[in-house]
């Protein structure tokens, strides 16, 4: 099993790709959906997250913010979402992450 990893992030260039194959496919698998559709304030990315059989989320969106390092600017937010990600049940799953992260053990 993945230890200390809370979710894994992949993104679709379509709107169609990302609606009609994944969120549908995964539901009609019967996949636990962790987080319903929503959007993210600091990518503007559009997402959703499913529970994978390793214990962790997978995050599957479009249209997140293309980052120019040279441009870009930190900010800080109130809220991770501006819309939507909220579990389907209206209960959240069991946390993704089981125990804390041991920062003495990075890269041992």
């Known amino acids: 099993m993945i230890q200390n990893l809370a979710y894994a992030a992949f993104t679709s260039p379509a709107a169609?790709?990302?609606?009609?194959f994944a969120?549908?496919?995964?539901?009609n698998a019967d996949h636990r959906i962790?987080?319903?559709i929503g959007r993210?304030?600091?990518d503007l990315m559009t997402s959703f997250y499913v529970r994978t059989p390793a214990g962790f989320d997978?995050?599957?969106?479009?249209g997140g913010v293309v980052i120019d390092d040279a441009s870009w600017?930190?900010?800080t937010y109130d809220a991770v979402s501006i819309?939507?990600?909220r579990p389907p049940s209206g209960k959240p799953l069991p946390p993704a992450i089981l125990r804390p992260h041991d920062v003495s053990r990075a890269g041992a």
Do not use: F, I
């Open 16 to 20: 169609d790709d990302w609606r009609s």
């Open 58 to 62: 997978l995050e599957y969106g479009y």
């Open 40 to 42: 993210h304030p600091n």
């Open 83 to 85: 819309w939507g990600h």
């Open 34 to 36: 962790s987080m319903d």
């Open 23 to 27: 969120l549908d496919r995964a539901k």
């Open 73 to 75: 600017q930190t900010a």
